[in-house]
Structures are given as structure tokens and as C-alpha cells.
């Protein structure tokens, strides 16, 4: 057949998909909430105010001065030792010692200026940073399923950047140019109405070419964007993959793979570059096309003797200091495009609600016994594809239940419910007799020992991640906790004992390891309910030994659920819950479901046939 | 009136050319930048990083890695804009107003340019201060951004021991300390400015007071040396002390601005630069299609210097046959298996495949003839069948489904929605263990390779799905050499050798029947897995537990 597969790339781009929505530049809304964020720092936002505009008024005086000084004492002193007479030297000490002093302030302010805006702008995105992290914490774990890490990431970094720029700089600047355009329009405006009727007239041109880079420069801002994350998903990927491509030699072509991406990217970097370098020089030209248009205008009133000379060079003065503005305006507003879209994408993930929350006068557990009902219970992770059917058992205080199936026949669900992770979508779960709608999820999580599949181990010492379980707990009781497992001495052996660091994600541990550090963190929590999702199923002997008999130690007294694959786990167990496509199928112990001869002996019986064959 | 109109079309040509060499010296930086520099530096970087040894991944987190080639490759870039560019415009301004300002005045020249060493030295100190910051920034910005990450990755965890609390504490210190350590550098950078500025404006002073007595001295005697007029002499000569000191304050911006770029270019080049530790020899022996014979000559090995996981290892495998490697958690018989595709070079002895030492061979034909499968295999975000043909990316939809089917992955695969076309998630959620590693063995298999490396392909299985494995395994291993970690005893039943490592020294060597009655780690291991009595007994005849 074809041989489709040589150009494709490393990770699937699936350009639909990939689209971000269109984000409108400058709602009004959006930049009321970001100004918002200033709030707290009212006080120093109200002082940048203040030195923007006194800085503004500043600069021209500096030069005003040195102008004053060539003219008023040096002049005068220059006079005097011309005409020879006694030199008064005092005019010029003044000035000169005036000029150096406002140097100083100048200084100062703008030592403050600077350092306040970049303040601020840090403030507002440490204080958003912390939001969005707060929100996360909230989310259910449904919105983990179906939102990628990337994106998650690219908010808290890309986006939150944009942000500050427009804080510190944007928000800022534009005052200052609205300022100036509002000051010399008046200005204008009183001087010579009818100049300044001329000036409007060209207003539609500069509206008409803005609106013919609007769109223009968004679309290509997005690509620009869009590009990158593509880049950016390709590299985080082949960091990921980096065994597989030098195990089977895929170096030259991930190479070429990325080489497309980068050379794509630069391609719409560069389409975003000339336009806005279109666009700046457009409206430079354009506002010097005016000038020009003014002062023909005005040379013809002037030789008409419809105006003096002077109101034509204050007007055309004014028309600098308000076409500068307006430049500056202009290319304010195309930064603010990526700024206005940073901060739409921040605050939709900020703004999407929870799918559900812990009811306000939820209940407090403050022990878990851990007696728990499943009452007719069915539950999907999607509303129209459910996977539990109509699930009833009642398991009393210290039992061990063993929940056995192939995979996809709900025994994780059933998990995911006891420690509500996700609702029951109808009947009822009761922990110690509380509907589990009513328990306080936090509450309940404090009085649970959780050890799933994944074994996930945080970046850090093995110290810390067993103590991730009871964060207050000394070391004393971490060693105790893994001595009372039985496998002190494995993590006592590893190079540097409790303080080996686990690498991201554990890797630096076996996964054997792993599973005894996770086994030593439920341990440490002692919890009333353990929930453990036995992945490991072929560690090597000696070490199953060793879990095995941790295992033992860990369910001592207290009400366990374990998705079982190890036959010492389901042998022990008080109850064997069997499950095919979201029903219990057969229920009883071990030895009672051997008896039935059903669907558990006929699991059974394969798994030992596979082991001694 | 005719003035007039000359005058505004004068104003008018002026502004046209004058935007016109703007936007093309705009557009050719950016594009000498963007189009140029970022892409090359970023695919010298790419490049290299799919060539390091794994030392460099093992010590590197990877938010780091994709920070250095996408944040920093841009810095370093903007160096030249920024940066050089900067300076070769600065410096002709400067020039040009030197020259004018000496043709006025010599020795008020010089007194302007009186301030130039001190705010040279002011410059270099406080680039010194800043960059140590910057450098402790970016290692807290790597923190924040790596739990943030972990906590999103690991959310189950976090929620399931009731930690929100706690990682939004956590959280909010990295944060802090970011914030406190980017405040600190915004305000050296902000006491930089404003002390470069003021003391450009001191040379403004200098120029004011010295002019002015120069002035004096001149009409006094309008014939002194020293002596400049007021008019045409100091009139002129401040607005071109006033143009020159901006342009030294923009130079010393610059400066201040450099360290940023440098601090990025460090980080690039850090991996550009970065020897290659595993590489081809240069007169490299090709090895097209290898026979699949492995040698180990008393290899000895350790990742770190002093440290070793594996000792004298000595063992020899024919072609075809099938060599499974048993031991306890940390024994080294992964590092001992990443030792033939050259992963890693021991420190002592040698690893030959065919007779030849693997350090003589050419690395790309080494690897092409080994197939691997790990314990956790690394899918990507992408169809299924440009995964199977990962190794081979030429390979014909017949080819792949073939590789597929040996692995026992067709019938799933065929079942999915898309079928070959469909795109595995993010992390591969949307299938199960099994089906994972039966993608990962047809990976390997498409590839034909003469020798197979399995390493503990069933570690992370459900036990329910492992026979699918199992069975893909046996297929898999058909007319190769054979090299896997395993547990289980029936796997052992049928290689043609054992070997037990214990703590990087190979313990026990030889087949099933001979170790199994030997005294020793073999025959304890095989003794626990066997069923109990009891069980076998009900299995047996489960009707008499009835009655």
C-alpha cells in the first residue's frame, strides 16, 4: 500500500482542534477585571500614576532649563566680561545647582516609575499564578481527564507573561498617550477650530487602515502561536521518547520533523513581523502626510491672512506632540492584542466552574469506621455511556474486599467512587451511613490510604513522598511506618536511604520501589479506608515476597478495597466481587467461588495455567 | 504658495524614504533572526539533544530542556538584535558627534567624556550582581513550573490524601520566591538606570559650568587659546553633549540588557557544546544484518564514578538462542541489557555483538539490529500506525499490519474507532497496559531486528492481559536472539540459558532443570510460585467442596 507514513510527523497535529477561538483585542470588560488586579496595590498604582505624569511634564522642563541657562546667566556673564565689567557668577550657580537638582529628581522618580510598574506587574502575576493554582485544586478529577497538561502549562507560563506586560507597560503607556492626544486636541482646538476640523477629516484614514490590519495581524498572531505550541508539544515529546528514538534510530528523522515545525513557526513569525512593520511605517507616513496636508492648509490660510504666522507654528507644534501620541497608540494596540488574548485564555480557565463541589454544610468526618453500602448504584464518566449497572454490596468494618475482572469491567470506577473522585450518577454510596454526597471530600480523603495504579512519586526525597501522606509526621514515624511494612531495610539500601531523590515521576526507583514507597505513604496515613489498585503484577519473587507480606500488614484492621491480581490478596480477601461490563457478577470468598465453578474459576484457573505451563 | 507646496512634499518624501529604509531594515533583522538564527540554533540544539547519552536526561529535567530550546534559543537570538546591533549603532552616533564636538572644543570634549570610565566600571559591577540573580531565578522558575506540572500529573495523589491545602501552600512559597528574587533583580536593574542616567546628566553639568567659564574666558580675551564663543561655540556644543550623553546611556542600557541574552545563551550553548560520550568511531564497522551472536567480556559498570551496579560479567549468547535474566528489584539487569544497544559504554571490559566490540561498530546499524521493549513503553501523540513504523517511518501499511499482527495487536487495533488512524491520547490513556506493550513489541518487530531485547514487557500489566503479552512474546522471539527480564517460572522453562544476577554479579547460570535442583535464589523463586495445595486440589474437583 502507500507509504503514507514517511513524512508524518512525531506527535499528530490536528489543525481543527489545535484552533484557538478568535479573541476580540480590546473588550472593555477584559481590561476592567486585569485592572481590577491592581487592586491590593492601589496605593502604588496611584503613585505610578502620579510619576508618569509629573515625568511627562519633566523632560521638557530639563531641556527648558538648559535653554534658560545658555540664554539667562551665561549670556548675561558672557555680556558683562565683554563689556568688561565685574562678573557676576551667582545667576549661573543657581541655575547650574537647579538644573543638577531636578537631574535628582528626574532620577529618583524614575528609579521609581520603573521599579513600580515592573512591581506591580510581578504582584498581579504572582497573585494570579496562586489563583490559577488554587483553581486547579478545585477542579474534579473529570477536568483532568479531558484537559492536557500543555495547556494547563502554557497558561501558567505564555500566557501569564502576556499578562504582565500589559501591567506594567501597557496600561501605563496608553494613559499617558490618551493624555496627550486629550491635552493637545484641547490645545488645538482653542488655538484654531478650523485647522483642527481639517485635522479630524483625516481621521477615516487612519480608522480604515487599522481596520485593515485588525484581522490581518490577529490571524496572524494565532498562527504565530499555534505554531509554537506545536513546536513546543514536538519537544516535550521527543524529551519523553528519547530512549525510543536512539534505541531505533529515529534521531535524523525527529531532526527533519522539528526542523519543518521550527522553519513553520519562523514563517509566521516573520509574516507577523513585516505586518507590523507595515503597519508601523504606515501610520508614520500617513501622520506625516498630514502634517504636510496641514501645512499646505495652513500656508494657504496664512498667505489668505486667515490666520498669523504664530498660530500656524503652535498648531503645527501641537499636531507633533498629538501625531506622536497617536503613533504611540497605535503600536500599543497591537501589543495589546497578544496581551488582550493571554489574559482571555487565564481567565476562561479561571472562570470555568467546577462540575461539582462539596456541598456547603457538608460533614465533617472526624473518624472513618469504615463501613461502606452501595445501594442499586450505577455511574458513567460520560452521561450516556455508563459503566457500573446497578451495583449493591454492604461491606462491614475491617473486611477485605477483592474486586476481580478484565480490564474495563469497572473495577476502577468502583474506586473512584469510594474515594469520590467522581459521583454516582444514581443510587446511593454511604461511608459510616453518610450519603458520600453530603461528606466533606477532604475529610473523608484524611481518613483514606490511597495506592493506585499509576505509583505516581513527586519530584524530591523518598522522605518526602511517604511523608506526602501526614505532612506533620517526624522522621521517626516514616522509618516506623516502613519497619512495620517490612521494607526498612530496602529503602535503607538504596544509595542514599530515605534521602534518595526519586527523580521526576520516580523514575530514579525500580517499579517494585516505587510500590513499596507508595505502600509505606498509605501506611503512614493510617488510614480507615485503604483503597489499593494492585498494578504490579510480576515484580521479581523476592521483592513479592516482600509486598506480599507488607500487604498483609497494610490491611490489618481496617475496611480495604483492592483491585486484586495477586492470588494471596484474593485468597485472603472477605469478599470476592466479580465483575463483567459494569456488574457484579458472582460474589463469596475465594473458596466458595471456586465451588460455583464460574466465571472467577475460569480467570483462576487460566491465571495458574499461565504461571505453570 | 509654490514654498508651501515644496515644503509639504519635502516633508512627504522625506517621510516615505525614511519608512521605507525602517521597514526593510525591520524586516531583515527580523528575518536574518527569526528565519536565521532562532532556527538554526534551535535544530543545532534539537539535534544534539537526540544525540546525548541518557547521563544528560538523567541529570536534566525535561520543563528545563524545552525552556532551553524554545525561551532561551530566543534570547540568545535577540543578543544580536538587542544587542550588537545596538552597539554598531551606538557607537557610529557616537562617533560622528565625537568628531563634531572635538572640531568645537577639545578640552570640553574631553571633560564630557570625563564620565565615560566611571560609568563603564558602574556598568560591569552591576551586570556582575544581576546575573547571579538571573541565574537563581531561572532555577526557581523551573521549580515553580515542575510542581505545578507534578501536581497536575499526580492530582489523584493529591486529592486522594486531602494535600490541596498543603500544594497550594507549597505552590504559593515557590511562587514567593520567585516573585522576591525577580522583584530584587527589577530593582538593580532600576537603580542601574537612573545612576547611568544621572550621570550622563552630570556631563550636561560639567559642559554647563566649564562651558560657561569658557565662555567668559573667550569674551574677556577673545583671543585665549582656550576660549569658545557663546553663539556658535557652546550653543552647538550642548545640543551635541545632550545627543551624545543619550547615546551613552543607551550604551550602558545595552549593557544592562546584555546579561539577560548572555545568561539564555549559556543555557543553549550549554547543550550545543556538550561532548558526545556515545558516539560512532570513525572508522566505524558497518554491521547491516547482524547474526545476533552477544558476547559480555568481564564488563563492569557504574552510572556515577566509584559507584557500580555491575561487576565482571562474563557471558556468551549464540544466535537464536533465548537468555532470560532473573534477580531483585535493583540488581542491574536493565543497566546490563542497556549495555548492547550502547546506551551506555561500561567502564571496564567489553560488549561484543558478532565478535566485534560495540564501540567499533557503527552506532546507527548497532541499534537498527536491536529491537527493544521496555517496562513502561513511551508511546507518542499520534496514529497508531505511525507509531508501529516509529523505527521505520517508510514502512507500507502490508509491513506494519504484519509487525501488528505478529504482536497480537491487530484484532484490537482493527476494533478501534479509526483503526490504524487512531490517535493515541496525550499519555496514552485511551488504552490499556497491554495494548501498549503489544504496540511497543510491533514496533520492535517491524523492524526485523536479529536481536530482541525484552525488558520486563509484563511488569506494569494487569495479570488478565498478560497472556495476550505472553503469547505476542512468543511470536516475537521466533529466529532471534532473545534477551529478556523476567519472573516467572514457566518463561524460564523454556530459555536455553538462565542467569541470576544478584547486586550486579551474575550468581547462577544455566537452564531450568539444572537450576531448579541446585540449592540457590532460582529454586526459592520457583518454588513460591508454585499454586498451593489446596487451591489445586479444589480446582481440581470443585464439585466435592459442594456437597
Not at chain 1, 511627562?56 to 534658560?68: E, F, R, W
Not at chain 1, 461539582?356 to 450505577?378: H, K, Y
Not at chain 2, 514654498?3 to 526593510?24: D, E
Not at chain 2, 554491521?287 to 563492569?300: D, M, N, P, Q, Y
Request: glycine share 8%.
Amino acid at each position: 500500500m502507500s507509504t503514507v507514513q514517511a513524512n508524518s510527523p512525531l506527535t499528530h497535529v490536528d489543525p481543527a482542534k489545535d484552533r484557538e477561538q478568535q479573541t476580540r483585542p480590546l473588550s472593555l470588560k477584559l481590561i476592567t477585571r486585569l485592572i481590577g488586579y491592581m487592586k491590593p496595590y492601589a496605593r502604588y498604582r496611584n503613585i505610578l500614576i502620579a510619576l508618569v505624569l509629573m515625568r511627562s511634564m519633566l523632560l521638557p522642563t530639563l531641556g527648558l532649563i538648559t535653554a534658560a541657562i545658555l540664554n539667562g546667566p551665561i549670556t548675561s556673564i558672557a555680556g558683562q566680561a565683554h563689556d568688561g565689567m565685574a562678573l557676576n557668577y551667582t545667576p549661573l550657580w543657581l541655575g547650574i545647582s537647579g538644573f543638577a537638582l531636578l537631574c535628582i529628581v528626574t532620577q529618583v522618580s524614575l528609579h521609581f516609575r520603573l521599579r513600580i510598574a515592573k512591581d506591580l506587574g510581578e504582584w498581579v502575576v504572582h497573585d494570579l499564578r496562586n489563583e490559577l493554582f488554587r483553581h486547579l485544586q478545585r477542579m474534579p478529577m473529570s477536568f483532568y481527564d479531558r484537559t492536557k497538561l500543555g495547556t494547563i502549562l502554557s497558561r501558567a507560563t505564555g500566557d501569564i507573561e502576556a499578562v504582565r506586560g500589559g501591567i506594567e507597560d501597557l496600561l501605563f503607556r496608553t494613559l499617558l498617550g490618551t493624555g496627550q492626544v486629550v491635552v493637545a486636541s484641547v490645545m488645538m482646538l482653542w488655538v484654531d477650530w478650523r485647522l483642527f476640523v481639517a485635522l479630524l477629516a483625516m481621521a477615516p484614514v487612519l480608522l480604515s487602515i487599522r481596520l485593515y490590519f485588525r484581522n490581518r495581524m490577529g490571524i496572524a498572531h494565532r498562527n504565530t502561536r499555534e505554531s509554537f505550541s506545536r513546536v513546543t508539544a514536538n519537544l516535550a515529546e521527543s524529551v519523553s521518547g528519547i530512549r525510543e528514538t536512539q534505541g531505533f534510530v529515529r534521531q535524523r528523522h525527529n531532526t527533519s520533523i522539528f526542523g519543518d515545525l521550527v522553519s513553520e513557526h519562523a514563517t509566521y513569525h516573520m509574516s507577523v513581523a513585516k505586518l507590523s512593520g507595515l503597519f508601523g511605517q504606515l501610520r508614520e507616513v500617513t501622520n506625516q502626510c498630514f502634517t504636510a496636508i496641514l501645512f499646505l492648509v495652513g500656508g494657504y490660510m496664512l498667505l489668505q491672512g486667515m490666520i498669523d504666522l504664530d498660530v500656524l507654528i503652535f498648531f503645527l507644534f501641537l499636531s507633533g506632540i498629538f501625531f506622536t501620541a497617536i503613533m504611540i497608540l497605535g503600536s500599543l494596540y497591537s501589543d495589546s492584542i497578544g496581551v488582550m488574548a493571554g489574559a482571555e485564555r487565564i481567565f476562561n480557565l479561571l472562570d470555568t466552574p467546577p462540575q461539582w463541589a462539596d456541598p456547603p454544610d457538608a460533614i465533617q468526618l472526624t473518624e472513618v469506621r469504615g463501613q461502606v453500602q452501595f445501594r442499586n448504584l450505577s455511574f458513567g464518566y460520560e452521561a450516556q455511556r455508563p459503566v457500573l449497572h446497578d451495583i449493591t454490596f454492604d461491606v462491614q468494618q475491617g473486611q477485605t474486599i477483592a474486586l476481580v475482572g478484565h480490564t474495563g469491567c469497572g473495577k476502577s470506577s468502583i474506586i473512584n467512587l469510594i474515594t469520590k473522585f467522581y459521583l454516582p450518577t444514581n443510587g446511593q454510596l454511604l461511608i459510616d451511613g453518610h450519603d458520600i454526597h453530603n461528606i466533606d471530600g477532604d475529610s473523608l480523603h484524611r481518613h483514606m490510604g490511597i495506592v493506585l495504579q499509576q505509583n505516581f512519586l513527586f519530584t524530591g526525597t523518598v522522605m518526602d513522598n511517604i511523608r506526602f501522606a501526614k505532612p506533620n509526621a517526624g522522621d521517626r514515624q516514616v522509618i516506623e511506618a516502613a519497619r512495620k511494612l517490612g521494607c526498612l531495610n530496602i529503602i535503607e539500601n538504596l544509595p542514599n536511604g530515605f534521602a534518595t531523590p526519586v527523580g521526576e515521576r520516580g523514575s530514579n526507583l525500580s517499579l517494585g520501589q516505587r510500590q513499596l514507597v507508595c505502600f509505606t505513604r498509605a501506611m503512614l496515613a493510617d488510614p480507615g479506608i485503604l483503597i489499593l489498585d494492585e498494578a504490579t503484577s510480576s515484580v521479581d519473587s523476592m521483592t513479592e515476597v516482600r509486598i506480599q507480606h507488607a500487604l498483609e500488614v497494610l490491611l490489618q484492621g481496617r475496611t480495604s478495597f483492592v483491585v486484586a491480581h495477586r492470588l494471596s490478596t484474593i485468597r485472603d480477601a472477605d469478599l470476592v466481587l466479580v465483575l463483567n461490563q459494569g456488574r457484579i457478577v458472582e460474589r463469596g470468598t475465594h473458596n466458595q467461588l471456586l465451588a460455583i465453578d464460574g466465571t472467577y474459576s475460569n480467570l483462576y484457573r487460566q491465571f495458574i495455567s499461565s504461571n505453570e505451563r | 504658495m509654490s514654498l508651501v507646496i515644496l515644503i509639504a512634499v519635502g516633508i512627504l518624501l522625506l517621510a516615505v524614504t525614511r519608512s521605507l529604509l525602517n521597514y526593510l531594515s525591520l524586516v531583515s533583522t527580523s528575518d536574518l533572526i527569526q528565519r536565521r538564527l532562532v532556527v538554526e540554533l534551535r535544530q543545532l540544539a534539537y539535534e544534539k539533544l537526540q544525540r546525548l547519552s541518557f547521563h544528560f536526561f538523567d541529570a536534566n529535567e525535561s520543563g528545563s530542556i524545552i525552556n532551553r530550546l524554545t525561551r532561551d534559543v530566543v534570547q540568545t537570538s535577540n543578543f544580536l538584535s538587542n544587542v550588537l546591533l545596538g552597539l554598531i549603532n551606538v557607537f557610529i552616533t557616537m562617533t560622528v558627534y565625537l568628531i563634531y564636538m572635538l572640531n568645537i572644543h577639545v578640552t570640553l570634549t574631553l571633560a564630557v567624556m570625563a564620565i565615560f570610565p566611571v560609568l563603564m566600571v558602574v556598568t560591569v559591577v552591576f551586570m556582575r550582581l544581576v546575573r547571579r540573580d538571573l541565574r537563581i531565578f531561572h532555577k526557581l522558575n523551573d521549580t515553580m513550573i515542575l510542581t505545578l506540572s507534578e501536581n497536575v500529573q499526580g492530582i489523584h495523589v493529591v486529592k486522594g490524601f486531602a494535600r490541596q491545602q498543603q500544594q497550594i501552600n507549597k505552590f504559593a512559597r515557590n511562587n514567593k520566591a520567585v516573585k522576591d528574587r525577580q522583584r530584587r533583580i527589577f530593582f538593580w536593574m532600576n537603580l542601574f538606570n537612573p545612576i547611568s542616567g544621572f550621570m550622563t546628566q552630570v556631563s550636561m553639568i560639567i559642559v554647563l559650568a566649564f562651558g560657561g567659564y569658557l565662555v567668559v574666558l573667550h569674551d574677556t580675551d577673545p583671543a585665549h587659546s582656550m576660549g569658545i564663543t557663546l553663539g556658535a561655540g557652546l550653543f552647538v556644543f550642548v545640543g551635541l553633549a545632550s545627543q551624545f550623553a543619550s547615546q551613552i546611556q543607551d550604551l550602558a542600557a545595552i549593557g544592562g540588557r546584555a546579561q539577560e541574552h548572555l545568561e539564555s545563551a549559556d543555557r543553549v550553548f550549554e547543550i550545543i557544546d556538550m561532548p558526545l560520550d556515545i558516539n560512532s568511531p570513525s572508522q566505524a564497522v558497518p554491521l547491516h544484518k547482524s547474526r545476533g551472536a552477544i558476547t559480555f567480556e568481564a564488563v563492569s559498570f557504574g552510572y556515577k564514578t566509584g559507584e557500580c551496579v555491575l561487576h565482571d560479567i562474563n557471558f556468551d549468547v549464540e544466535p537464536g538462542q533465548f537468555l532470560v535474566l532473573v534477580g531483585a528489584t535493583g540488581c542491574g539487569k536493565s543497566t546490563l541489557l542497556s549495555l548492547i544497544p550502547r546506551f551506555y559504554d561500561p567502564n571496564l571490559g567489553k560488549v561484543a555483538v558478532d565478535g566485534i566490540d560495540v564501540r567499533c561498530l557503527d552506532l546507527d546499524h548497532l541499534r537498527r539490529n536491536v529491537g527493544l521493549v521496555f517496562q513502561e513503553s513511551f508511546l507518542f501523540s499520534n496514529t497508531i500506525a505511525s507509531n508501529i513504523a516509529f523505527g521505520y517511518p517508510q514502512a507500507t501499511q502490508h509491513q506494519i499490519e504484519q509487525a501488528a499482527k505478529t504482536a497480537c495487536a491487530h484484532d484490537f487495533i482493527v476494533e478501534l474507532p479509526h483503526g490504524y488512524d487512531t490517535i493515541i491520547g496525550e499519555r496514552g490513556v485511551d488504552l490499556s497496559g497491554g495494548q501498549r506493550q503489544r504496540l511497543a513489541i510491533a514496533r520492535a518487530m517491524l523492524l526485523e531486528p536479529a536481536i530482541l531485547i525484552l525488558d520486563d514487557p509484563t511488569a506494569a500489566i494487569d495479570p488478565d492481559t498478560e497472556q495476550e503479552i505472553l503469547t505476542a512474546m512468543n511470536n516475537a522471539m521466533k529466529g532471534r536472539t532473545t534477551l529478556l527480564v523476567s519472573h516467572r517460572v514457566s518463561t524460564c522453562r523454556r530459555a536455553d540459558c538462565i542467569l541470576v544476577l544478584d547486586k550486579g554479579k551474575i550468581v547462577q547460570q544455566g537452564t531450568h532443570d539444572q537450576l531448579i535442583d541446585a540449592k540457590g535464589y532460582y529454586r526459592s523463586v520457583a518454588l513460591l510460585q508454585q499454586a498451593d495445595k489446596e487451591t489445586k486440589r479444589l480446582l481440581d474437583q470443585p464439585d466435592r467442596l459442594m456437597t
